[in-house]
């Protein structure tokens, strides 16, 4: 293995702390939450996640965290739960990639509530 140059050292360490920081909740007013159990996955969510992730970042919203939890099931998955200050949790099922777009530009930059793609969450005991 080659040796790292101080500059090389520095430039990952950057670069680590951008990655940190945007698992930092402080500060952030839009907390996105994706269902990544096993069932999840198998619906898509990962793709799911992905998008969010990428949409958020390209579009510079700084004020959101996206984490994961474990399964949504038995509700309609891939299952993404929003928690915003103005319109507290909203949450939506069956959000594929489409869906975890215009989550992100109309639900997340607009503030708008995406009536079609809302879910009521269904009790697991039931």
Known sequence: MAKLSLSDLREIREREEKNLKKRDIHGRSIHVVVAMGTSGIDA????TLNTIADEVERLGLDNVIIT???SAAPNPE???EVYTPQSGLVVYGSVDKDAALR???EHL???HILSDLRIELVDKEQ
């Open 44 to 47: 898509g969510a990962k793709l």
């Open 68 to 70: 994961q939890t474990g």
């Open 109 to 111: 930059k607009e503030g």
């Open 78 to 80: 891939p299952v993404v």
């Open 103 to 105: 989550i992100v530009n």
